[in-house]
Every structure is written in C-alpha cells, then in structure tokens.
C-alpha cells in the first residue's frame, strides 16, 4: 500500500484562485501526489495555431460545402481532443519526493535531487522538471518505475535556505497543450559560509602545549598531514597528495605527538563577522584536507580537537548556523 499522502484539499475559493496556477499551493511534507486538484493545462502557442487553423478550414469548408473541409477539421479535433487526454495523463498521480539534500557553500550551488516515481503501468514521457527562470531539465519514467532528476541552484546565503518551488511540465506527445504543476516543499537545506581565498593555516596555535616528543618528526605511528616545511624529509612527503593537486604536504608520525590546531575566532580581531566565518570556514576545509587534528572555538560555542569527516561537517555546520 501506499504511503504517499495526498496535499491538502483546498477550499472553494482556495482552488479557483489564479495565484495557484503561477505559485502552487502553501508549502507542504513530501511526498506529493500529483492529482487533478493540483494538475493544471492550456494550449501551447503551437496549439493556438492548430486551433485556429481548424477554425480557417472549417469557415471553407462551410462556404463551399465541401465534405472533405468538415472530414479533416473533426479528424484533426478530435486527434487533438485526445492530446489533452495523454498530455494531462502523462503526469497524473505521480508521486515526488527529495532525496538528501547535500550542503553548499554560499555562494556556490545546491544540487537537489527529485526522485519521481511512476505508479502507472504506462511509460510517461518527457517529463520536465525546473525551478522557476532555469532551464528545465527532462526524463523519462519507466511503468511502475522511477527516476531522480538532479535540479541545480544558487545556494543563496548562510544557514538553513528553503528549497523553494519548482514544477513539472509535460507537452507530451503532440506538443500543441502544456500539462504543469507546481511542488513547493517545506523543506531546508544548509549553507556553510563562503570559503575565504586564504588558505594557509595560522601557525600560532599550532601545537599543544601539552605534547612533548619530537611533535610529528619521527616515523612511528602515523598520526596525519600538515603543510611542508624547509627541512622536512623527502621520505614524509605525501606524494599522492601533490599528484592530487593538493599541495605539498608532510606526513606526521607519533601517537600523542601529532599536530593539533586550533582555529580560533579570536585569531581575527578586526574583522566583519561573515569574513571571520569564511576564513574560520576555509581553515576547516584546509585541515580537513591534510588530515590534522583540528579544534573550533567559537564565542557560541566550543567544538574539541578531533579528525575526520564527521568533525570537518560538525565544524562546519557551527558555521553555517552562528549568531543564528
């Protein structure tokens, strides 16, 4: 059975205003159906021409009686009658959902994968997915099958964006009607700050004051990456990460005597908030990328040393949300 739930039904006078036609309904939970309430259709520009090309040759075919005029005016209607009929049904009960929704960085773009599902026994063609002023992008959905159609757009600022409206469209299969509808979910994405142009890493809380040893020079236990030095061994240098255009980097051995950071707010007095939060944020990326051991201290908030994926997006997300 089933789990999909239909969008509310909206009132009388709800559903014959023409903001719905251009806008949509409120925003709501996924998933969507679409459904005759929310499924709307009118004649493309090509149709206008056909329709009014039928008018022309069926005033001829009154005016000189001629039984051929009226044959091919009601065959050409009536193929076109049944054009709305398949173009309607070609996006009728299908169900939308969004898959996860992988954070951006403002300034950049948010990739927001749709996933449709076709409950029909019937192939539904050249289904055209966009958000508003984009171009749209097309699929094809298979019988009782389904397809996910990544649809891109700004990121817009930091912290939690909404997803915003997008439509489905079909003119399937003649072209001569526009089937649409319109999804607006309630949904969020997250955007981390811009990541500032400066990426080397600051240098004065760059060990702890408790570690003792040879601070990451010796070859015992691999413990991470740092940035070269003059003087470093050939032999520590991390050779897929040059490969990788990733700089030049120093491999660090030595259990409890690997490099720990601090990315500290207080490194950028004097600075505007968000140009703070792009530096703070291009440090994580950088220290994440050379596998260091990193701390973030915030005026909000506190987050220990630690490594990882989950750390660097933990750091992250501090970002993306403070003074928020």
Not at 136 to 157: D, F, K, T, Y
Not at 200 to 228: E, H, K
Not at 278 to 300: H, K, M, N, T
């Amino acid at each position: 059975m089933s789990l999909a739930r239909r969008a509310p039904r909206p009132s009388f006078l709800q559903r014959f205003n023409l903001a719905r036609f251009f806008k949509g309904d409120a925003p709501s939970a996924a998933p969507w159906v679409l459904d005759r309430r929310n499924v709307y259709i009118l004649p493309t520009r090509q149709g206008l021409f056909f329709a009014v090309t039928l008018v022309i040759i069926l005033l001829g075919a009154i005016n000189y009686n001629n039984s051929l005029g009226y044959f091919l005016t009601f065959l050409l209607g009536s193929i076109a009658i049944v054009g709305i009929l398949h173009t309607y049904r070609n996006l009728l009960r299908l169900e939308v959902r969004l898959a996860n929704i992988e954070p951006a960085f403002a300034g950049g773009e948010v990739t927001v994968p749709v996933a449709l599902h076709n409950p029909g026994t019937e192939r539904r063609e050249q289904i055209a997915l966009a958000f508003a002023d984009q171009e749209p992008n097309r699929c094809a959905i298979p019988a009782c099958g389904q397809c996910v159609v990544s649809l891109r757009r700004p990121a817009g600022e930091r912290g939690w964006q909404p997803v915003g409206r997008f439509s489905l469209a079909s003119t399937f299969p003649l072209g001569l009607f526009r089937a649409w509808s319109h999804v607006v979910p309630d949904s969020h994405y997250l955007v981390y700050p811009e990541p500032a142009s400066e990426a080397r890493l600051p240098q004065t809380s760059r060990y702890m004051a408790s570690l003792v040893g040879d601070q990451g020079i010796g070859s015992d236990d691999f413990a991470g990456l740092r940035g070269y030095r003059s003087g470093d061994s050939l032999k520590h240098v991390h050779w897929k990460a040059l490969a990788r255009e990733q700089g030049l980097l120093t491999k660090q051995f030595g259990g409890d005597r690997s490099e720990r950071l601090w990315l500290d707010w207080r490194m950028l007095e004097g600075r505007e908030t968000e140009a703070r939060l792009s530096q703070l944020c291009r440090w994580v990326i950088e220290a994440g990328q050379q596998g260091l051991e990193f701390g973030l201290w915030l005026p909000d908030q506190i987050i220990e040393p630690g490594r990882g994926h989950a750390h660097q997006q933990q750091c992250l997300q501090a970002l993306a949300l403070f003074g928020g």
